[in-house]
């Protein structure tokens, strides 16, 4: 979705459908990149709501970081032109998803 870019090696491995050892420095670098960027979409929400005088929502980063897999998810099952131009998830078999 381009929130998140990633190295030449980390692409391959993703467009490829190659599994992600648990706790290999791929997956580790999704994560926290994944943090990252949901903390920085969550800074332009909240300035965006002050620049335009909204206070009733409240900018969370777990409900955002919910939208943004739903989101992805819908992309990648859809024939929108969008979904030819994101990388399909990562595939990593841990406890922790």
């Known amino acids: 979705m381009g929130a998140i870019s990633y ?3 980390l692409e391959a491995k993703l467009v490829n459908h190659k599994p ?3 706790g290999s420095k791929y997956e580790i670098s999704i994560r926290a990149a994944s943090i990252l960027a949901v903390e920085r ?3 332009v929400v909240i300035c965006l709501q002050e620049e335009r005088g ?3 929502i409240h900018a ?3 409900l955002i970081d919910f939208f943004l897999w739903d989101f992805a998810k819908q992309l990648g099952c ?3 032109d969008l979904s030819t131009t994101s990388l399909p998830h990562h595939r990593t078999r841990c406890i922790w998803y």
Do not use: A, H, P
Request: positive net charge; without cysteine.
């Open 7 to 9: 190295s030449k090696g």
């Open 20 to 22: 992600l050892k648990t």
């Open 41 to 43: 979409i969550k800074e």
């Open 54 to 56: 909204i206070k009733q």
């Open 60 to 62: 969370n980063s777990v």
């Open 78 to 80: 859809s024939s929108d």
